[in-house]
């Protein structure tokens, strides 16, 4: 089993910028498929950004070009860098270990002035 802790959610104004952090337990980080996704209030769950354990990446459409995955493979931490963050970002981000359909608890993000 896969254990996953997010952190770095928090209050952002609009164009602003957030990390978020996903710890990784598990010796096969680095051969792991990682993914984030995120819900919003009322809406359903939807992927945000997929990193395969070759290191390709992909983008849903919202955050292309303002959102990068990337991962460290000596700390087991898996990443999502956001820049220009937008009203419609808000939500509860989560990190996923694709592979074992693990999930962690979330981060609440909110992009608000």
């Known amino acids: 089993q896969v254990r996953l802790v997010e952190s770095g959610g928090g209050l952002v104004q609009p164009g602003g910028s957030l990390r978020l952090s996903c710890e990784v337990s598990g010796r096969q980080f680095s051969t792991y498929a990682m993914g984030w996704y995120r819900q919003a209030p009322g809406k359903q769950r939807e992927l945000v950004a997929h990193i395969t354990s070759g290191g390709n990446t992909v983008y849903a459409d919202s955050g292309k070009g303002r959102f990068t995955i990337s991962r460290d493979t000596a700390k087991n931490t898996l990443y999502l860098l956001m820049n220009d963050l937008k009203p419609e970002d808000t939500a509860v981000y989560y990190c996923?270990?694709?592979?074992?359909?693990?999930w962690g608890q979330g981060t609440q993000v909110t992009v608000s002035s």
């Open positions: 996923v270990a694709e592979d074992f359909g693990s």
